[in-house]
């Protein structure tokens, strides 16, 4: 199994401009969670699905920041209009589980540097 | 105030010693508490889940223990590794009435030197 896949893993982009982290969970799984990582407020929990369907958005911090997942194997996280304070690592993870209490697997992250 | 606090923030051993990292919680109740491992550069790695009702779980050189009394748990790590260089993340799953919700830890940097 290929676990969890992310792309970019990489982002550089100018304030203002618009970011789509994507996120390939493994198969199987019914659940998916991004998550967010800085130094200052280390790992925060986004947003989760379970059946492709958003259960708790709460974490999500504004407007701005939008997620989807159209199908089982895809799901993205969109930024717009991102602004520096976004700069963070960007981690989806999926779980064979229906909520935040089981075991999830981590992709590598996608970190975004905006400038 | 962060309910889930790890200590130390970091620590620096030499490689073969062991060591342990804390995790003092307020949440309750709870469902479970995880232990995970995060190399620099990569997401985190799960190493240990415990139910409120197990004390002690173990996975090869880590062992996690939790005291649901007092509300704290520890990672002992044995015989340490260069590879164990790394952010050891607590993450504590909370029950309410609208489901679960996780409350993490800061984490705490490891360092392993030769």
């Known amino acids: 199994d290929a676990g969890v896949i992310q792309s970019p893993r990489h982002e550089v982009t100018e304030m203002g401009q618009e970011v789509t982290l994507r996120c390939k969970p493994i198969s199987g799984h019914n659940s998916l969670f991004w998550y967010r990582q800085t130094m200052m407020r280390g790992l925060e929990l986004l947003i989760y699905f379970n059946n492709n369907v958003p259960i708790d958005d709460s ?11 159209p199908n089982a194997s895809f799901s993205t996280l969109k930024i717009q209009p ?30 975004l540097t905006v400038t | 105030k962060n309910q889930v606090e790890q200590s130390p923030q970091s620590l620096i051993i030499l490689e073969g010693k062991n060591c342990t990292l804390q995790c003092n919680y307020t949440v309750s109740p709870f469902s479970n508490l995880r232990w995970y491992k995060q190399d620099t550069g990569r997401g985190p790695v799960s190493l240990t889940i415990m139910t409120f009702s197990e004390n002690t779980k173990s996975n090869g050189r880590y062992t996690a223990t939790l005291d ?17 260089s790394a952010s050891y993340i607590c993450v504590v799953t909370l029950v309410y009435n609208a489901g679960n919700m996780l409350t993490f830890g800061g984490g705490t940097r490891l360092m392993v030197k030769p």
């Not at chain 1, 602004?83 to 697997?105: K, L």
């Not at chain 2, 649901?68 to 164990?84: F, V």
Request: negative net charge; hydrophobic residues 25%; contains cysteine.
């Open chain 1, 59 to 69: 974490g999500m911090p504004e407007d701005r920041f939008s997620a989807k997942m």
């Open chain 1, 82 to 111: 991102s602004e520096p304070r976004d700069s963070a690592v960007y981690f989806c993870a999926s779980s064979p589980g229906g909520d935040v209490g089981y075991e999830q697997y981590f992709g590598p992250g996608t970190r």
């Open chain 2, 68 to 84: 649901a009394d007092t509300k704290q748990s520890s990672l002992h790590i044995t015989a340490s590794q260069l590879s164990d």
